[in-house]
């Protein structure tokens, strides 16, 4: 059964830094896209990076240039490094994998349980 395990959330003054990290467990024939969302109380949920599995990123403009998303193939592990961290970064990030596991023929969508990031003024 895939999981995904995110860490590296915690409290941040602004401007300070954190490096996400999501692992997945569990067997795939292919991992397709792999990303970093996130959600806000009250807001809904937003991409905030994206990575192929040709390593083309995509980024939320709100996040262009402060956060970087990198992804190892051979651990299927993706990360978020944030730098440059605004107060109105402060969410829970969910990891997010587009893949296809050993046990299904099909591309499926796989979510972490999310981590805090919370970011002082």
């Known amino acids: 059964q895939v999981r995904l395990v995110e860490s590296g959330g915690g409290l941040v003054q602004a401007g300070g830094s954190l490096r996400l990290s999501c692992v997945t467990s569990?067997?795939?024939?292919?991992?397709?896209?792999m990303g970093w969302y996130r959600q806000a109380p009250g807001k809904q949920r937003e991409l905030v990076a994206s990575i192929t599995s040709g390593s083309r990123t995509n980024y939320a403009d709100s996040v262009k240039d402060r956060f970087t998303i990198s992804r190892d193939n051979a651990e299927n592990t993706v990360y978020l490094q944030m730098d440059n961290l605004k107060p109105e970064d402060t969410a829970v990030y969910y990891c997010n994998v587009v893949g296809v596991p050993s046990n299904y023929p099909l591309a499926r969508d796989y979510w972490g349980q999310g981590t805090q990031v919370t970011v002082s003024s």
């Open positions: 569990g067997w795939f024939t292919v991992i397709d896209r």
